[in-house]
């Protein structure tokens, strides 16, 4: 575990330094790119309705948002807004937006096609997947028409954060089938197959210059291990979420994995309108190996989660975590009267024995990691089963409260340094389900405040009521990866796994 811990190390300082050369190379034009996209039906044709980093893949090829976080400077950067100014009191950001830039069907990028697109996203009768980002928004107000104010309701210090996954359409196709984006590739609505694949052409009217690829294919293969046989023969160019159990083999055959992650972790969720009792959660918490999980389900390719806070960072709260104790787990159950009293392994509680709805995806490493947590559940006497579902049907069962436990993973923006993404009850992805009106308030503070100091005593609290009210089981902070093969050239990964800048993606 810990060499490969260094070779994962290796692995980043090799993409670092390709990306140094990289840009010293000549740049070949034209040719396509295949990326393996693992889910039955291929990504929204709609930027703004996608709902999960794959898919959001191909609205950053489609159209841009205002700004992005770029992870090698660790700042934020211009893309349709040239600049932005934020008022002495942190209510008011002003972006000033880059002139000339049209949207694919000819219409120039306005304030006005900000505005409303944000509005669009935020529709009350009618939100979309972005908006609890805007949730901090109050009037969306047109300067003039390249000028565009967002007023905010409240001080939220992180509010850039929010914006690199808000993406601007051209109002006028609202509701089309093929939404106008401004971004470096376009849908070729002949090619759009939602069980197959979607093909995106070169715009070359785009505002950053001329794609060098001709095309990008996103095809549909729900298996991982067919996804790596067409690598290895060069069929598909890119594969999204490899395990990290294949990095080294794939590495001897000369591709080029990208490993990404900050705020990206996975950890039990449990349904708190169903799983009432803190009792049975602590035990759930307390039963969960971290480690082991990060070795046997995901390559070694991560570290131990023990609280919310990112580790090392101003508000990581060090007084408070869950690490694996499953002596402590079955002193709680044993405290609790859940005895095995048919000697089948499985407590009963209330005179039933404890069977917890236990859902997964369908994908290799979800559904191992799945099984081991099952078996260690086990171990301490808490009985579960488990059905599996397509990438979609399971992302939406658990956001529907179809479950009592689930084995989920969630990237979240790099600031601040703490995962809550799925805890905000204004977000899409809130998928707890129970009300917690303390936490909220809490995490509605922290965001109002300017003070770091203040702020982290808030995100620390946080940090002890989940621990304490035991309202999921930390897991892993996981790294992921995405891999390239061996001709592929530029591609650049934000933390959240969203590659961008695809015109100036190339192959030679």
């Not at 949207?103 to 120039?108: K, P, T, Y």
């Not at 979240?412 to 703490?418: F, G, N």
Request: a negative charge; aromatic letters at 10%.
């Amino acid at each position: 575990m810990r060499s490969f811990r260094w070779f994962g190390l290796v692995v980043v300082g090799l993409v670092l330094v390709l990306g140094c050369i990289v840009p010293a190379m000549a740049q070949v034009r034209g040719g396509s790119l295949v990326i393996a996209y693992q889910s039955n039906t291929v990504p929204e044709a709609d930027p703004q309705v996608t709902r999960n980093i794959g898919a959001q893949w191909a609205a950053e090829m489609i159209t841009d948002p205002l700004l992005r976080y770029d992870v090698a400077t660790e700042t934020f950067v211009p893309v349709l807004a040239t600049s932005w100014d934020v008022s002495d009191d942190g209510l008011h950001y002003t972006f000033h937006l880059r002139e000339g830039v049209l949207f694919h069907n000819g219409v120039a990028l306005t304030a006005d096609a900000v505005a409303k697109s944000f509005e669009r996203i935020r529709d009350a009768a009618n939100p979309l997947a972005g908006a609890g980002l805007l949730s901090p928004v109050g009037d969306i107000v047109v300067v003039d028409p390249l000028t565009v104010r967002l007023d905010l309701k409240n001080v939220f210090p992180d509010f850039l954060s929010n914006m690199d996954r808000l993406w601007i359409v051209e109002p006028g196709t609202f509701g089309s089938e093929f939404p106008a984006g401004c971004g470096p590739f376009r849908i070729v609505p002949a090619e759009y197959k939602i069980d197959q694949s979607m093909v995106l052409e070169k715009f070359a009217k785009y505002w950053a210059g001329e794609p060098n690829l001709d095309k990008i294919q996103i095809r549909i293969i729900p298996d991982m291990a067919t996804a790596l046989i067409e690598l290895e023969q060069g069929t598909v160019d890119v594969i999204q979420y490899a395990s990290g159990k294949d990095l080294p083999r794939l590495q001897s055959l000369g591709m080029q994995p990208i490993i990404f992650g900050r705020v990206n972790w996975a950890n039990v969720v449990i349904n708190l309108s169903h799983v009432t009792d803190v009792r049975l959660r602590k035990a759930i918490m307390y039963a969960v190996d971290q480690q082991a999980l990060i070795d046997g389900a995901y390559g070694g390719l991560g570290d131990p989660m023990y609280r919310m806070g990112y580790p090392g960072t101003w508000l990581e709260n060090t007084s408070v975590g869950a690490a694996y104790d499953p002596e402590e787990a079955r002193r709680i159950l044993d405290e609790a009267g859940w005895k095995d009293t048919n000697k089948d392994g499985i407590r009963e509680q209330d005179g039933k024995e404890i069977d917890l709805y236990f859902p997964t995806r369908n994908q290799a490493e979800w559904v191992a990691a799945t099984q081991m947590i099952q078996q260690m559940l086990r171990e301490v006497g808490i009985g579960t089963h488990i059905t599996m579902a397509e990438r979609m049907p399971f992302y939406d069962q658990v956001r529907t409260g179809d479950y009592e436990i689930a084995w989920w993973l969630s990237n979240d923006a790099a600031e601040p340094p703490i995962a809550l993404y799925t805890w905000d009850a204004r977000e899409y992805w809130c998928v707890h389900q129970g009300k917690t009106p303390v936490l909220q308030l809490l995490i509605e503070q922290a965001e109002s405040e300017l003070d770091r100091d203040t702020r982290a005593a808030y995100y620390k609290e946080i940090q002890r009521i989940l621990i304490e009210e035991a309202y999921a089981a930390p897991g892993m902070w996981n790294k992921q990866v995405h891999v390239m093969g061996p001709k592929v050239h530029g591609v650049v990964v934000a933390s959240t796994g969203i590659a961008y800048d695809a015109h100036l993606w190339w192959k030679g």
